[in-house]
């Protein structure tokens, strides 16, 4: 691999790493518009770039969850009650995105993406209405539930972490924003897992083989350089939440996504 390429895979993994631990995402959000780029820039040959971008971002997400979740949880920032309840279901919507997306064309996932990304950042800088602060989790699970299959089901979809739709539903819930995404940050985890085993599966029961891509569609060369940087970066991306308030932590998660739907959409047109 020439160096230019190892260079901007290097800044993507420490970026990703920075966004993972700074606003509970997986990455998946930045990787997948990065890998976009950084495959135009390898001029790679691939059916589908966009699903060969996905299984790879589930892939170093992993690893980037393994360590913005370590760290999350040193610092208490996970609450694990909505974990108990809502990580099953966002496996299962995992599996269900994984299957639909390796039905959908390139483009069309493309905008869905984008799409996506851009009504959550919209809906992030709307006032919150009421929290669920003063009643047990129990007594919303039919809130939680169908929503841990979105997440989940948006995730397996799109090759992204449940952050951008957990982190907003968290906050609603009653979380501050710090236990939001650090709640956020472990369901990225199984996320990760479920997303990259069922690509594999699906690559090699021929389902998806005619969408190119090696290993179960992940491009290992861009996980071997993301992953170490973004473990980097997650450490430092925990230690800056812990430093800014919530609010500007809300400002810079809706900037972010606005920024990179954007991108895609003007790519795309």
Not at 50 to 70: E, K, Q, R, V
Not at 188 to 203: E, F, K, Q, S, W
Request: proline share 5%; aromatic share 8%; with cysteine.
């Amino acid at each position: 691999m020439e160096l230019t390429p190892m260079l901007l895979l290097a800044v993507l993994g420490f970026l990703t790493g920075i966004c993972a631990g700074l606003l509970g995402i997986g990455g998946g959000t930045l990787i997948v518009p990065g890998l976009l780029v950084i495959f135009h820039v390898l001029n790679l040959h691939l059916a589908s770039d966009m699903h060969t971008a996905m299984a790879t971002s589930l892939a170093a997400m992993i690893f980037t969850a393994s360590s913005s979740t370590f760290s999350r949880w040193k610092r208490g920032d996970i609450n694990w009650e909505p974990v108990r309840i809502m990580t099953l279901p966002i496996v299962v919507g995992v599996v269900l995105g994984t299957l639909l997306s390796a039905r959908l064309n390139a483009a069309v996932l493309k905008f869905i993406f984008a799409i996506v990304i851009l009504c959550i950042a919209l809906r992030m800088i709307i006032p919150p209405g009421p929290k669920a602060g003063e009643r047990t989790y129990k007594s919303i699970l039919w809130q939680m539930l169908p929503m841990s299959l979105i997440i989940g089901l948006k995730s397996g979809l799109l090759g992204v972490g449940g952050g951008p739709l957990s982190v907003p539903f968290l906050n609603h819930l009653g979380l501050d924003m710090r236990k939001s995404t650090g709640t956020s940050t472990f369901f990225t985890l199984p996320v990760a897992l479920t997303g990259t085993l069922t690509y594999y599966v699906l690559a090699q029961t021929g389902l998806a083989n005619h969408l190119g891509g090696v290993g179960g569609l992940v491009y290992w060369p861009a996980v071997l350089m993301v992953v170490p940087f973004s473990m980097a970066g997650a450490p430092v991306g925990s230690l800056i939440s812990r430093r800014i308030s919530g609010h500007w932590l809300k400002i810079v998660f809706a900037l972010f996504l606005i920024l990179i739907a954007v991108a895609l959409l003007t790519g795309l047109a």
